[in-house]
């Protein structure tokens, strides 16, 4: 096997396991960081002076206009009290059903 034929091999194998998060999963991702905020019972400000950033950089997140880095993430997860599943969980439901989906149509096109 050649150079050029194995980055081939690998970048097809890299893209069945990598895919790119489509604008519903996004929204819902933000959607479970609004809703663990108001689990919570805090507002925006409230979180805004814990993690030291203003009410409106925290409307920015949630809402997916601004980016969330990961320390932010973590700190979220400590002042929400969630576990990162409840956050990613919206990529791996949304996974679920559709390999569900996917294996519906499989067995429908044997018959």
Do not use: W
């Not at 050029?4 to 790119?20: F, L, Q, T």
């Amino acid at each position: 096997m050649t150079r050029k034929s194995k980055n081939i091999a690998h970048r097809r194998i890299k893209s069945r396991i990598i895919r790119r998060i489509s604008e519903e999963e996004k929204n819902a991702f933000y959607q479970q960081l609004k809703v663990a905020r108001i689990e919570a019972n805090l507002t925006q400000s409230q979180v805004a002076k814990i993690i030291k950033r203003s009410r409106s950089q925290i409307s920015k997140i949630e809402s997916g206009k601004c980016r969330l880095y990961m320390d932010e993430f973590f700190k979220f997860m400590k002042i929400y009290k969630k576990s990162p599943f409840f956050f990613y969980s919206v990529f791996t439901t949304n996974e679920v059903i559709k390999s569900q989906k996917r294996a519906r149509v499989k067995s429908a096109k044997q018959f």
